[in-house]
């Protein structure tokens, strides 16, 4: 069980490298399709997508440097603690826009579903 959240916890992490890419370096490009944004609404969020960018980066460090320990030792404890703190920030997120944006719900669902299953899996694991 512990490989399947190793596995999903690499792959929620991975999505959120690719989120970064999107909202720091794509946002005024190929990110307006993806998030559904007007040339006009994407310039003015620039800014603001450029640092939520570099926090979904640091999720993601936080989740691949936590899955490198596990692999390396799988009671390590250091390496559970930073991917269920990076999974569950993940899924908290998700939540928050689940919440906050009808409009973005699919999006939300897919931000939420890798680290939802990865945090169960690692649960599956340590029980």
Not at 32 to 50: D, I, S
Not at 52 to 77: K, P, T, W
Not at 79 to 89: K, Q
């Amino acid at each position: 069980m512990l490989i399947i959240a190793v596995v999903l916890a690499a792959l929620a992490s991975l999505l959120h490298v690719y989120i970064w890419w999107l909202e720091s370096f794509a946002w005024t490009g190929a990110a307006r399709k993806v998030f559904g944004t007007t040339a006009e609404q994407a310039a003015q969020t620039r800014e603001l997508a450029y640092n939520q960018g570099f926090y979904n980066l640091f999720l993601a460090i936080s989740g691949i440097v936590g899955v490198v320990l596990l692999l390396g030792d799988h009671e390590d404890a250091v390496g559970t603690t930073l991917v269920v703190v990076a999974l569950g920030s993940m899924l908290s997120a998700a939540v928050v826009l689940l919440l906050s944006s009808q409009g973005l719900r699919q999006a939300a669902i897919n931000q939420g579903l890798l680290p939802l299953l990865g945090l169960l899996a690692l649960l599956g694991a340590r029980v």
